[in-house]
């Protein structure tokens, strides 16, 4: 450029120093998870011993139902024997055909059923650990009986 201008200053060196690590494959939890103590393990066990009892007194008052002579006699009529055929079919055939003859007939019983009555309640239903003055408002929670309308067709 210009011979009477200044020469341009020296470039000062700096130390410059990159420090690469692999990105870890683990996260770091941020929160941090409470321990649970032994008293609330005992609690969380007798909780889910209560509740499989629960559940399976439910199944043993529905089972009486399904075994209930009269009801048996007032449903019978309504399945074709067909479908009563395929829910008592032959013990003496192989257990593949057996079982796959159950679970048609079950399927077939199920739709006519459905055909012929509607529900009108649900039964033993309520949110996770809803309180009870919740309850009070949901109409039909916890009761034992499903509520069925019969439809004449």
Wanted: positive net charge; proline residues 6%; glycine residues 2%.
């Amino acid at each position: 450029m210009n011979s009477q201008s200044q020469p341009e200053p020296e470039p000062k060196l700096a130390a410059l120093e990159l420090v690469l690590n692999e990105p870890s494959s683990k996260r770091v939890d941020t929160t941090a998870r409470r321990k649970i103590t032994a008293v609330d393990r005992r609690i969380h066990l007798e909780t889910h011993k209560l509740h499989l009892i629960c559940l399976l007194f439910y199944v043993h008052i529905r089972n009486r139902w399904c075994n209930n002579d009269e009801v048996q006699e007032n449903l019978r009529p309504l399945l074709p024997d067909k479908v009563y055929d395929k829910l008592h079919h032959d013990p003496m055939d192989q257990q593949f055909r057996r079982s796959k003859m159950f679970i048609d007939g079950l399927k077939e019983a199920a739709a006519v059923f459905q055909r012929k009555f509607k529900i009108t309640c649900r039964g033993l239903t309520a949110a996770q650990w809803m309180e009870p003055e919740a309850l009070k408002t949901v109409p039909c929670t916890l009761s034992l009986y499903l509520t069925i309308a019969y439809t004449s067709s």
